[in-house]
């Protein structure tokens, strides 16, 4: 059994990531911990696991978590795991951050978005956690940076198209739409129900938010050229899912078969990506419960644009599920082990 | 008082308007249709009313319904409206039509997206209802081609921009998202309530939806030249509200504060369009319930693109409150009358 | 012109309250307080409000605000309100507390419930403010108690019944249900879209909502004798609206028509109390947005109990809507003024 | 591998019982039918099962599907099971019923609330399909009796206050609240989005709702004497959970330490009853995507009557979850074998 441990678990990410650690077949969840709920029955806190764990949270140290866990996965705020994960590093164990203190591969690209790091000299061993481009990397690394929910979902929408030199660079433009799940569980007046429901807004309008840095830095990895995108955020009011529309300019004079078939062929091998038939899109309840994507792309003819449509559940492929996929992949379990969720649909 | 019918009443277009005009001091209404409904109470289908009026469905002809008002609404699908519209203009009634069927001003345009029309000589006749653009055309008309709600979103939010010469014409991506009163009232799979809440996707995509040729159509007229856009619907788990995301190529080198200022001026005398101040962007819940459409813009300084963000109710200013508003300039009343509802919100 | 301060402004039922103040034709807003957005105006707290005020947010005391205005609503938790009333009513103000502090007539029963309170001696001066109980009394009040959303409901729910002695006085249970909103607007993890949304649980069960004594007190002085609820409310995934499903002996045999007729002749001249008719019962989105209050009512034959439904918008009839109507009777205006708002469904 | 066949399975109990029989370790589902979608994919139908099966929906016989399955869940609407069931039993197969068919042991009683019963000679031989009441008898049946969702969450609510005899079956109220997936796939107005979403309502109010008869066969079954119940239920704006909120008069002077302990020990070997702590309460959304039944008990010592919550997920212990606890206990396997799934919170 691999001993586990959550560090800062008491989030909607920690209570994901418990909800399938609990369940994975070669897993032994050893350490939990919270400063707010330190003693606290994790059933207190969240009722859905009565009769399915005593496991109670700790006020633990890096080091004592190190002592009864041969992996950690960080579920803190970015600024806070730059701090603890050295220790861990240290101790010889296995991280899988998932807060963006390690996405970054520039020092000061992170330092323009977040603020001062506390540990640059890691970032080069960090293994971006995306399975479906860096499988391999992430099997011998000790240090995995879990991507975000919205670059997950728009790096594996675009990939294809990339990788195939298919879409004009320069006229990326993303509108990515997320549930609430995403602004977490920290009581706030804008994640109130009343101020969500029947609501909804863009957020961090005019290429704001800290995901954008991420994702410009994968697109330019598989295009082989730097590139500017336009990204706006909005919050859905439901509970879970991102759904991602991407525009862009399509170079070669193709059709939406042809297109589908890039996508079917580029991932063909995995087995949470889910390429939807020729005139069929994806819709967040099918993907929410369960680690997978699913995209549909088509071509506009009227104006040559190429529209891609990506949604993943943002707590699991966005998170949770996929770093637990990344666990898979460095512990040598199968990767779809303890994945098996299936969409909540109704 | 004048004396208004409201032909097809019974779907949520035909609530909305009943429940402005119920109220509208200058307004009595006289006749309300449906075939499904004939003979039943107002109240009875939509309890809403009860206490505030005796009104009955009747399943009336044109020529009925003509003996009884003066203005009538058109709350019927497209292909029917532009069967009875011709009774009540030959009988000198004014017509605000809701559907489809008198937007487009070429009828090969019509046909390709429609289908046959069947009073084609009525489309150099109809006036296009959005009172922003046309009002002094709108007061001399008899019959009004109510807009379509993406249509009045859109061209509400880059009418400034286009008038301006600010925006690259071929540059224009709409992504808009709907609640689903748009839909309508007819009970289909894919309106339920399981298969709609907690979900969301995009429907109609790659430029199949039917609002393209009527935005093309004014946006053109606006910009004075031939205008292609790239257009993309999605369905929201809300009621109502549209919020429409719209990118273009910014033309001069501008701030977001000078752009923010080319809205003001240009809606600065119009009582139903409020710009966001620099920074803010508007909710669909800040709408919902009124006949206003917030606009909020800005400028993504990385990519040269500008942002607007346009809200409005789909069944409000998307369609019965415009009607009225149209309504309120075809007989001299204030073009305010009778709409001055607030947002719902909470 | 009636000159209004709202005490207290920035919640939902300040906000509710403004909504129907700026448009009510003989009020002019003289004063909005809040300690948090002091000097903040009002329309970027609610952009709702943008175009349509320019009030801002103050920090005064009620000394200043009753120089400024001739009635005032509180609209502060209880325990502040009791603090600030005494000043307003020494002033020569007519106060309209919308909290707890003087709904009930005995100071032994409301420290039992709630804790000390500041000014025993007003409670013998508040008038209750339902007016379809006690109008003439308010009419003479300078300090009105106006009460709770829960009680409402359920007061006018079980008054016919209770006056006509046909039901079992010891046999009365509450089943309550609450849109969200009527937790307020703090920020707390209970209140989060995600804790709610998809949810639902009661709350306060087995006798423990301080709305009890409240209802008691007001269903004793109808039935003319003690009486002992029990009451049982439940938290709605909306954001408006009061359903109670109230249950109880029936005492004479007597039919669902007969009961219906009771309720008819009891409300018949009441302008916002609306009895549906037989077999037919109120749903929350025919009186959310509205002040009336939906009574449906019918025999279970097979246990002889009586069951009612009533049905008030939380916000409206449960607090603002009828703050203003008790206005309205102090000031002698016509008890419907400025409350014409309509359902806003869909 | 057990061969499963589910007649009628294009539902949403058809697909829930799909989404469990899949990765239900002995089951190899061999047959799937609907008229509907007869010759469809599953995967056209419901995307969420794209990637992980071929199957498609067959119009088949009952003589067909008994020839490719050994075990036959019927998703089909009441009337109709009775059809098709006599077949299947005939061709020596095991038969799990989800309609109310076979539910009532009284013929008489079927036919008083639902009409003429094609097949009364099998209700003698029918097991009640609640495992935590009739387990040795399941195992050893042919043909199952799935409960109704309603029935289920009361019956367990009730279960062990009958048996110790400690309530007054004479004071026993029932305030049930569902969520939507209740009412079926079925497109009618009802059940559009827009007429659910931010509304409440009861209905068959009165003692009209076909579940009656059946609670009430149960809870007499466990009393010992004829019981008649107060039942009304309600629409809830959520997909899936049944709270049943149950009221009824304590016979003993006891506590509410007590009356835990007592709902304790009598569900004490259960998998899928759990019992809350003394002063906490389920909220469906701890239960919705697992087949847990929470329960919370306590006594409101003002009117000393007791209440009881409890909580399911409609379509898991309700239904389809259900259904396949009682294949188990047929079958021989572990009565939780497919059945882990934990809350989808959030």
Redesign the interface.
């Known amino acids: 059994m691999i001993k586990v441990g959550v560090y800062g678990a008491s989030g ?1 990410t920690g ?1 994901e990531l418990l ?1 399938h650690l ?2 994975h077949p070669a897993v032994a969840v050893t350490a939990i911990t919270s400063r707010r709920y330190a003693g606290v029955p994790l059933t207190d806190v ?7 764990t005593d496991l109670t949270f700790m006020n633990a140290s890096p080091a004592e978590v190190a002592r009864l866990a041969d992996v950690v996965f960080l579920a803190l705020p970015h600024g806070v795991s730059m701090t603890v994960a050295p220790a861990f590093l240290a101790a010889g164990k296995k991280v899988i951050d998932l807060s963006a203190d390690f996405r970054l591969r520039e020092v000061a690209e992170y330092e323009r978005w977040y603020g001062k790091h506390a540990a640059p000299v890691l970032l080069a061993q960090a293994a971006y956690g995306i399975p479906e481009l860096y499988r391999e990397t992430i099997r011998k690394a000790s240090l995995v940076a879990n991507p975000g929910c919205y670059p997950t979902s728009v790096i594996l929408g675009l990939a294809p198209l990339l990788k195939a030199g298919w879409i004009d660079t320069a006229s990326i ?1 993303v ?1 990515a ?1 997320s549930g ?2 995403g602004a977490g ?1 920290e ?3 804008a ?13 961090n ?3 704001q938010h800290r995901h ?1 840095p991420e994702m410009e830095q994968e697109l330019a990895t598989l295009a082989g050229c730097e590139i ?3 990204f ?1 955020p ?1 919050l ?6 991102i ?1 991602s ?1 991407i ?1 862009g300019s399509l170079r070669p004079d193709t059709t ?1 078969d042809e297109l589908t078939d890039l996508y079917r062929r580029h991932y063909q091998d995995e087995p949470f990506v ?1 390429i ?1 038939k020729p005139g ?7 993907v ?3 680690n ?1 994507c ?1 995209i ?1 792309v ?6 040559k ?1 190429v ?1 891609i ?1 990506s949604a993943i559940d943002n ?1 699991i492929k966005g998170a949770a599920g996929q770093a637990i996929q990344n666990m898979n992949l460095i512990c040598g379990c199968s990767e779809e082990t303890g994945l ?1 969720g ?5």
Chains 1, 2, 3, 4 share one sequence.
């Open positions: 909607y209570l909800k609990l369940f969240y009722p859905v696991f009565q009769g399915l433009i509108d739409k609430v799940s569980r009581p706030q007046v994640s109130l129900f009343c101020e969500v429901n029947e609501g909804f807004k863009a957020y309008v005019g290429g954008i500017r995108i336009s706006t909005h859905l009011p439901v509970n879970r899912g759904l529309t525009y939406p889910r939807c069929a899109f994806p819709n967040i309840s099918s929410c419960g369960s997978f699913d549909g088509t071509i506009d003819k009227r104006t644009r529209i449509l707590l098996t299936i969409s909540r649909f109704p």
